[in-house]
């Protein structure tokens, strides 16, 4: 596995969470990094991406505003800081890693994928 999400848990509505991402066998420094968050019985869904240098940052409409995504090139971590936590930000958050230096909101432009972190906030 050369990527790893950690940091998802069972959180109130309104509470916080941040999502890491650690890279392990190989480097993603000069690669977008993105998050994705998969509900149950539901596609995958595009959350935030941020280029390589930390610029080009976009992100969905569900979460603009609420969640921030950052990173760490010296050490290939990416975060995920989750604010104001609602019942649909219940999934299963994946990081991944773009083709390209800069992101997506496309699966298909990405080529390393992490285990999925479970985040359920409760009502």
């Known amino acids: 596995v050369q990527l790893q999400a950690f940091g998802g848990g069972l959180v109130q509505t309104g509470g916080s969470l941040r999502l890491s991402c650690a890279a392990s066998?190989?480097?993603?420094?000069?690669?977008?990094m993105s998050w994705f968050r998969q509900a149950p019985g539901k596609e995958r869904e595009f959350v935030a991406t941020?280029?390589?240098?930390?610029?080009?940052?976009v992100y969905s409409d569900s979460v603009k505003g609420r969640f921030t995504i950052s990173r760490n090139r010296a050490n290939d971590t990416v975060w995920l800081q989750m604010n104001n936590l609602e019942p649909e930000d219940t999934a299963v958050y994946y990081c991944?890693?773009?083709?390209?230096?800069?992101?997506?909101?496309?699966?298909?432009?990405?080529?390393?994928w992490g285990r999925g972190t479970l985040v359920t906030v409760s009502s």
């Open positions: 941020i280029g390589w240098n930390g610029g080009y940052i």
């Open positions: 991944a890693a773009a083709r390209s230096s800069v992101g997506s909101r496309r699966t298909s432009d990405y080529t390393s």
């Open positions: 066998t190989r480097r993603f420094s000069n690669n977008a």
